[in-house]
């Protein structure tokens, strides 16, 4: 199980990472997404993988339990990265309507001979 997770871990890593390299706005946005969601799993899974176990010690019964601190850690990451997203199309989408384009451009106009 620890495999699975590492893989798709690393598969949201890598697929966040190569959306960031494009040159236009959107496919930025999806992949500064993909890389919270890479760190919410990862977050998620150090506090250890345990199936059907529950996130309360219980100090009169013996079964393992899960830690409840990185699942409340990610369910606030969920939240503020939701918000954070909304507020990046928002403004990515005042931007295409302005300029017509969502290319992502570094160079002036003006230095262009």
């Known amino acids: 199980m620890e ?3 590492a893989s798709a871990i690393g598969m949201l890593t890598a697929a966040g990472i190569y959306l960031i390299l494009r040159q236009r706005t959107f496919p930025v946005i999806l992949g500064l997404s993909l890389l919270s969601y890479a760190v919410n799993v990862f977050i998620f899974a150090s506090g250890r993988l345990a199936v059907n176990a529950p996130p309360i010690l ?6 393992p339990y899960s830690d409840p601190l990185p699942q409340a850690l990610v369910l606030t990451a969920i ?3 939701f918000g954070m997203t909304a507020l990046a199309v ?7 309507l302005t300029a017509r384009t969502d290319k992502i451009d570094m160079t002036d106009e003006g230095d262009a001979a």
């Open 3 to 5: 495999f699975l997770v």
């Open 58 to 63: 219980n100090k009169y019964a013996d079964v």
């Open 79 to 81: 939240v503020i990265s």
């Open 90 to 96: 928002m403004i990515a989408l005042g931007a295409y």
